[in-house]
């Protein structure tokens, strides 16, 4: 569903994963990836507060198809905390993949959530490990600061962010997805079940412009 909505000073941005390997060249490129920057640049000067996430994988990582012997990018495997899809290595922690996007403003940041480091499990969300127990933390810092509503964009749609709005509506937050500062993956199909599931959570979307002054 799409809603209109007024920024207010308890609001949060949250964006996901701007990074270099899921922008134009990079080892997990998101179709138009790149475009999403100049919109977060301008949505992150309406809010008073901005939290970006950082995928942070080690070397090996369990989420790389490279460690699993016959296997290639976009197979599933079960793990031991449910299917897993395998990616290539990407956002290798220190590595220029890694960083932000060098067009991403981070001035504004009050917290840099890194996630997906145990070597052992993937972290698509923002609040939870893949295995849907494993805390970030995120929800807590939130509601210390009283912040209790979220705003998310970035990358990728179908994965990272659609997590992060899911895990973020069930831990009591209201959570909106500002669809056109997005860019999906879309794999098989997965944009389109991103938009249903969002959808049957009573998770809104927006878009940009009917957010930022005129």
């Known amino acids: 569903m799409t809603a209109k909505a007024t920024i207010q000073s308890s609001d949060v941005l949250l964006a996901v994963d701007v990074q270099n390997d899921f922008c134009a060249g990079g080892a997990l490129a998101v179709p138009g990836g790149d475009a999403v920057v100049d919109i977060i640049n301008r949505l992150s000067t309406a809010f008073d507060h901005v939290v970006l996430t950082q995928d942070w994988h080690p070397p090996g990582h369990t989420s790389f198809a490279s460690s699993h012997p016959r296997r290639k990018p976009f197979d599933t495997i079960m793990l031991h905390y449910g299917a897993q899809t395998l990616w290539p290595d990407h956002c290798v922690q220190g590595t220029h993949g890694a960083e932000f996007h060098p067009g991403l403003r981070l001035n504004k940041a009050e917290l840099v959530l890194r996630k997906g480091f145990r070597p052992s499990i993937d972290s698509y969300s923002a609040f939870y490990e893949n295995d849907h127990s494993t805390s970030t933390g995120l929800a807590g810092y939130l509601r210390e600061r009283l912040l209790p509503r979220i705003f998310l964009a970035g990358l990728a749609y179908d994965f990272c962010v659609r997590y992060s709005a899911e895990d973020a509506k069930r831990a ?4 909106c997805v500002i ?18 599931a969002l959808s049957s959570l009573g998770i809104a979307e927006t878009t940009a412009q009917s957010l930022l002054p005129a």
């Open 179 to 196: 669809e056109d500062a997005c860019r999906a993956i879309d794999l098989n199909s997965s944009r389109a079940g991103t938009k249903r």
């Open 172 to 175: 009591g937050f209201e959570v």
